[in-house]
């Protein structure tokens, strides 16, 4: 079992996006929760698609709350990114 660096690394722009929105870090706890389940998911390549997927989903739900439209929409490019390095690291 390898370690997947290259998929945790690219957490790191999820993250600054969601560091972006400026919130209290009660409200930003939420947010990663999420990313370390992620994490977890994707440290190893043996994760299920499906499940980063739907993590991914919680993450935009929970930015719906707590961001602006434009910050949404940012993170949401920043996950889709994330998905295309992710599958393109399994193609590979």
Known sequence: MRYNKAG????????????????????????YGILNAIEVQIEDDGYTDDVVKALDRSLLALAEQ??????????EHTLTEFERKLARRRRG
């Open 66 to 75: 707590h961001a602006s439209r434009a910050q949404l929409a940012e993170l």
């Open 8 to 31: 945790v690394k690219a957490l790191e722009n999820i993250k600054e996006v969601i560091e972006s929105f400026g919130l209290p870090l009660i409200k930003a706890r939420k947010f």
